[in-house]
């Protein structure tokens, strides 16, 4: 198998793995203003159809370098690393844990395990994944999926700091934030 083909089935496994626990939270309080999350859906969506139209059997053109071997192992070690954050803050946030953005009964801010390195860990570990998985395909458009991934995470990480401060205060909130980086640590 290789290191690409490795990546592609890291991603099958953490999607279904990820619908199959989507079930698994808290009844929802509140929610953001009806269609608030469109935006970040559709560019992240795009830059995921770019990201995975690159993989192999989809001929476009030259590759921009050749992946060693290594180093493509390396690159999938990478992708399972992003996973595992994702993972790590999804079991660490438990029921409180939403695909959309929402408050959920007993919501409160969480600023343990993942949580005390960045704001987002999940949107993190979906972004190194996608880097990962861009540099093994070596394609211009897989570059330009991962750009829309990121632009993707990032708007919708600001939409959720947005409401949260509504929802939960912004002292706390904001005290938060002071210390720790909203998708890496320090930034």
């Not at 960045?118 to 999926?145: C, D, K, M, N, Q």
Request: glycine share 10%; with cysteine; proline share 5%.
């Amino acid at each position: 198998m290789s290191p690409l083909r490795a990546v592609l089935w890291l991603w099958g496994i953490w999607f279904v793995s990820w619908m199959l626990a989507a079930s698994w939270s808290n009844r929802t309080q509140a929610k953001p203003r009806f269609g608030s999350e469109r935006v970040h859906g559709v560019v992240t969506l795009a830059g995921m159809l770019l990201l995975f139209s690159a993989h192999p059997g989809f001929d476009r053109g030259p590759r921009l370098w050749h992946v060693p071997w290594d180093f493509g192992w390396g690159l999938v070690g990478v992708a399972a690393l992003g996973f595992a954050l994702c993972w790590w803050a999804r079991i660490h946030l438990g029921r409180m844990w939403s695909m959309s953005v929402t408050l959920k009964a007993d919501h409160h801010i969480v600023d343990t395990g993942p949580y005390a390195l960045v704001r987002h860990p999940i949107y993190t570990g979906i972004i190194l994944a996608s880097a990962a998985t861009a540099v093994l395909e070596a394609e211009l458009v897989a570059f330009a999926g991962l750009v829309l991934v990121i632009v993707g995470f990032w708007t919708k990480a600001r939409l959720e700091e947005r409401f949260l401060r509504e929802e939960l205060g912004p002292a706390a909130y904001d005290a938060y934030a002071r210390r720790t980086g909203m998708l890496f640590p320090g930034l």
